[in-house]
């Protein structure tokens, strides 16, 4: 640049001007082809809940687009199709910008990972249409044909941990049972309902080997509303042990104001989530509820074991009405809650429990063994996850609901007063260890005995599910042994590394 003009020997003769989009959306449309120059569109899906670029929940319709846009976004679609003659099922990607003007972004000319919910809400069974169109069969069905009915919605349930910063977790599923399914791939006639694809099993391997997603949660509703709160009915009945999974922040999701509303765009995670996950991000509804199903459970855990342990007339065992329920904090910090169960009927499973001068009348189906409990309190439907000791306590109560968990004991009056005499003990210090935070092979150590470090420097790298995790120093210091060299397979809290 010279005197404001561009020099003689500079040769500018293009400019590429990048398209600023604000507030977008990932929007595609789900087409079919055939070898006979048909092309429709089967309507679009939303899949703008994204993380690191990764689809987290995808829907069908969009809550965002008009008919309008979505017929010009279709049409776009078809037309790209047709130009190239494209046969079988593909998707054609847009991003939408805040005033529903659209661009194109690519073509996957594959069946994708979120195909269920275009299935759902136009009743196609995909797959077949695919496997018709290859053997040169022409289309059934035009593009008036194509039906809208009800909302769909689809969660992708990944071997995560959210609480970890979304590490991958790897290891045996020790439980593995999803909630009870209505509708199955390759039956378009049992709609609105739930929906499980997956190819994992209990007892069965998490490998660190693969992608981290286990299962598609798919749901159908008449609206938008219907399939989000049958959406987070499912979750709650999702049970998955033995390692971690995104169920708690699926929930926080479904739960958030804005994505009720519909109002979110593909920077959605990145903005309300930016300092990661944790359980404060996962407010309950009404936590007392979970209080007072602990004393319900109680109660029904105490009238078995008084009904099988054998007793004599006239010296039964009395179960008391009253408790006290220890919910455990972190550090010891704990919440002490007097609770009154009584009406309780055990082989209707009934109970009532008074809780702050509040009512909570319960009913409960599910047998004790099980993990999953589905029952009704103060007449409305719910499902639980509730289980009897924790790696801790053997005496808690884990009650899991809607993303959230606590752990409660539920004691006696007098139990509840010496509890709060108890002193807490605190966890061993393990400032001076690197721990492996995840589950995989440790690809490399990037330090030596003796080497000074410091805050930020790094210190080993772990593989797992087709990703690198890069361990840092938190502070300043010096290694004083190498505890697990290179091609190590590391479980979660190994440590690989010991400072001075």
Partial sequence: MKNGTCSSNIAAHRIFI?????QPRHIEIQILGDSHGNVIYLNE????????HQKVIEEAPSPFISDATRKAMGEQAVALAKAVQYQSAGTVEFVVGKNQDFYFLEMNTRLQVEHPVTECITGLDLVEQMIRVAAGEKLTIKQEDVKRDGWAMECRINAEDPFRNFLPSTGRLVRFNPPEQTMWQADTEHLHGVRVDTGVYEGGEIPMFYDSMIAKLIVHGKDRAEAIAKMREALNGFVIRGISSNIPFQAALLAHPKFQTGDF???????????????????????????????HMNRRYRARASTISGQMRGHEVVVSADYTV???????????????????????????????????EFQSFSAMREVRLQGICNGQPFTVQVER??????????????????EAMVLSPLGGKLHEMM???????????????????????????????QAGEKLAVIEAMKMENILFATQDGVVRKISSGKGASLAVDDVIIEFE
């Fill in 326 to 360: 220890v919910v455990l904090g972190a550090e010891g910090e704990s919440q002490h809650h007097a609770v009154t169960v009584s009406d309780f009927e055990y082989d209707s499973r009934k109970s009532t429990v008074t809780l702050n001068g509040k009512r909570y």
């Fill in 389 to 406: 000791g924790t790696p801790k306590n053997p005496l808690a109560l884990r009650i899991i609901h809607n993303g959230t968990q606590i």
């Fill in 45 to 52: 899906r939303e899949c703008s809940i994204q993380r690191r």
């Fill in 265 to 295: 765009n593909t920077g959605f995670i990145a903005e309300h989530y930016a300092h990661g996950f944790n359980s404060s991000d996962v407010p309950h509804s009404a936590p007392a509820s979970r209080v007072a199903l602990a004393a």
């Fill in 18 to 22: 990048e398209k600023f989009v604000e």
């Fill in 423 to 453: 002193p807490y003990k605190a966890p061993p210090d393990m400032s001076k260890f690197l721990l492996s935070p995840m589950p995989g092979l440790l690809v490399d150590v990037a330090v030596q005995e003796g080497q000074k470090v």
